[in-house]
């Protein structure tokens, strides 16, 4: 918000975000946690998150988790937590996602599994889809 960067002809609120990533930098020196958006993609994710539906239903095999993700908006770069699931392999439809090895390698069109947790991240379309993922 660039006003509040120069208020009253002063550049504290500019000062105040170097502070602000110089800590940031400091605490997470590789990247690995921190994620730079703009406002409106931060509005987008939470209308994403907020509105959309989302169902889980066990697979026909054992060991699959199906995933339906209903949502009124597109949002780029959707990431989703999925607890107790330790997966092998994730397809988003017939399209299977990449396996990250770490945090940093983890982005759109990958999952990554992190004790008993796997988080899947894409580029969520508005409508439907659905993710399958195999432990």
């Keep these: 918000h660039w006003p509040g960067f120069?208020?009253?002809?002063?550049?504290?609120?500019?000062?105040?975000?170097?502070?602000v990533k110089r800590r940031?930098?400091?605490?997470?020196?590789d990247g690995d946690r921190t994620v730079w958006m703009k406002t409106s993609e931060i509005a987008r994710h939470f209308a994403a998150a907020e509105l959309s539906r989302?169902?889980?239903?066990?697979?026909a095999s054992s060991g699959q988790v199906r995933i339906e993700v209903d949502s009124p908006v597109d949002c780029p770069t959707w990431t989703l937590w999925v607890e107790e699931v330790r997966a092998t392999?994730?397809?988003?439809?017939?399209?299977?996602?990449?396996?990250?090895?770490?945090r940093r390698d983890f982005g759109p069109g990958s999952f990554l599994v992190e004790?008993?947790?796997?988080?899947?991240?894409?580029?969520?379309?508005a409508g439907a889809t659905a993710l399958e993922l195999q432990a």
């Design 54 to 59: 989302v169902t889980v239903a066990e697979g």
């Design 6 to 19: 120069y208020y009253g002809g002063e550049e504290s609120g500019f000062a105040i975000l170097q502070e």
């Design 89 to 102: 392999a994730v397809k988003k439809g017939q399209e299977p996602l990449r396996k990250a090895l770490s």
């Design 24 to 29: 940031l930098d400091r605490l997470d020196p």
């Design 115 to 125: 004790g008993n947790h796997t988080a899947v991240a894409l580029d969520l379309p």
